[in-house]
């Protein structure tokens, strides 16, 4: 069975961090200046002549260390004189990891003609060239909408405070109008009511406009790396917005529709909840 691998980069990773680690990678300037076990890290950076502090942590001290600054954890000798000795530039660290035996270990695993966990080079090369390396997005168009619309209605769904103020403004809202338009029987209160149920729809959506603002940054990164077509995230978020529409169709249009007196039929009844319904959700 191979073993699964995974590439972490982290900034700054505190030393609690960096001991869950199996093995490390140390680039500088593009070069490896160490790739192996966490646990031989120090001993390999020992052997050519720097120590690491007692009160610094790993993490930090191998980030010093390919820097202008790694001159000073140069060993000292017991007088507490510095040893005649110069600070590595770039190409004698990645000299002295390639003559180090981890180096010369990953200098022959590249020289197989099989590469690590038996693949041969003929396989990675198939491997490489699969048709999922070749598309843009790795998820299909199916799970993509499935993704960001599971996304969209956790975030709608965890935001109770939203949603409980909606559902009090629908309910006060619905009996306030209903109550100003009660059993009306002029044709044109009636379009009145219409515009005001629109109205109110409309200025509710309105209020969902500032938040995206803040969102645009979220939606252009993760677009950037290829997560999800733009189409797919618009019509997830708008299948998660339905919730909220459905809301407001059945509350304050069942309070609009009753009390302003339109014509008590079921039929009209539901053809005028699935026209507020499309009105919030075009919103």
Known sequence: MRSSIRLVSLLQ??????ALFDEIILLDKGRVL?????????????????????RMDPADWLQSLPTVDGA????????????????LTNEQFVQAYNESEFGQEMLAKLNLPHAIDGTTHSELREYISHDSFKRRYANSTWRSIKVVFAREFLLWWRDKYSRMARLIQDFIMGIIVGTVFWQTEDAQTFMGVVFQCVFFISMGAMLKVAPQIDTRGIFYKEQDANFYPTWTYVLARSLAGIPTSLQDALIYGSFIYWFAGFVPSAANYFVFLLLTLLCAFTW
Do not use: I, M, N
């Open 34 to 54: 160490f790739a192996g076990p966490v646990d031989e890290v120090t001993r390999h950076f020992k052997s050519l002549g720097y120590e690491q502090p007692l």
């Open 13 to 18: 990773p505190p030393p609690e961090t960096v």
């Open 72 to 87: 000073k954890f140069l060993k000292k000798s017991d007088d507490g004189v510095e040893k005649e000795k110069a600070h």
